[in-house]
């Protein structure tokens, strides 16, 4: 896709992710109606459901033939396929709120993602922290937060922070719990985006989570021009299929982060 096609393209997506911040908003202090999905931890609201076929309606006006990788499961009035293999061919990959429990019980902290890829190729990344009104977005090469351009420092683990999930904190997953023995501490925002923005801000040195590819597809394309890769806990590719855990770390870190791994697996022995 030509340059010109994919700077139209990106100028959509903020529009969108915008439109749907100001929606959100709007209906900040309604009450909502909350369904369970696979357990009783594992929430959808309504808003969750309108904002997914708002954004899908406004990139299927401008871009009929696009497919799309959506978290919820599509309304039968907007049923065509919202679960695309992200592998193959323009496919936009989309979190309508993301950190919905804390969008429930905290009304802050959620954010809206929004992503595009070409045959496995990121493209486009776009975050909006929704209550702090701040949109990330990049094309892979420069990522910006609103109007500036950000520019990363990568600070020593012993003076920065984590992000964790924390299950995989507390179960010292891939050596989690003994890395963060050497950082000043652990933080759990309960949103992957938020997270994302964190490190995008420098408040901390990676993110370490179990994710779907709408939880990561977004936060990946915007570090990728700081050499950060978004991997395994081995290193290797994530498949952009399921859950997995997974983690967003600088890449010239990988090899002290095996390092604590096999610490970890040493001791379990
Ligand atoms: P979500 O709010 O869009 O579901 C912390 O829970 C982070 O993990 C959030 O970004 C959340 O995204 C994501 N997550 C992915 N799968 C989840 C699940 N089954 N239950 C709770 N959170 C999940
Ligand atoms: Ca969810
Ligand atoms: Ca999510
Ligand atoms: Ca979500």
Redesign the pocket.
């Known amino acids: 896709m030509s340059e010109i096609s994919l700077k139209l393209k990106l100028e959509l997506a903020k529009k969108l992710v915008r439109e749907a911040g100001d929606f959100l908003l709007a209906h900040l202090t309604d009450t909502v109606e909350i369904t369970e999905k696979?357990r009783f931890?594992?929430l959808v609201t309504n808003l969750d459901k309108a904002v997914q076929m708002q954004v899908i309606a406004g990139i299927r006006a401008a871009y009929p033939d696009d497919y799309f990788l959506a978290?919820e499961d599509a309304d039968s009035d907007n049923s065509s396929d919202v679960k695309h293999d992200i592998l193959d061919g323009n496919v936009w990959v989309l979190?309508p709120?993301?950190?919905?429990?804390n969008f429930i019980v905290q009304r802050d902290d959620f954010a809206v993602m929004l992503a595009y890829y070409e045959n496995g190729i990121g493209k486009i990344g776009v975050i909006l922290d929704v209550i702090r009104g701040n949109l990330y977005w990049g094309d892979g090469q420069k990522s910006y937060k609103n109007d500036r351009q950000i520019s990363l420092v990568q600070k020593p683990l012993r003076e920065s922070l984590l992000g964790v999930?924390t299950y995989m904190y507390r179960t010292n997953v891939g050596g989690l719990l003994d890395l963060s023995f050497d950082t000043l501490g652990v933080r759990a925002v309960?949103?992957?985006?938020i997270d994302y923005v964190h490190i995008l801000d420098g408040k901390i040195w990676g993110y370490f989570?179990n994710?779907?590819p709408w939880?990561y597809a977004a936060g990946s394309v915007l570090l990728a021009p700081f050499d950060f890769v978004t991997v395994q806990l081995d290193g290797s590719p994530l498949d952009f299929k399921g859950?997995q855990m997974m983690m967003s770390v600088p890449k010239n870190q990988l090899a002290i982060i095996a390092d604590y791994q096999a610490k970890s697996n040493e001791k379990k022995k």
């Not at 709120?97 to 429990?101: A, M, N, R, Y």
């Not at 309960?190 to 985006?193: H, I, N, V």
């Open positions: 696979s931890d594992d978290e979190d709120i993301d950190g919905t429990t999930n309960g949103s992957a985006g989570s994710l779907s939880d859950r």
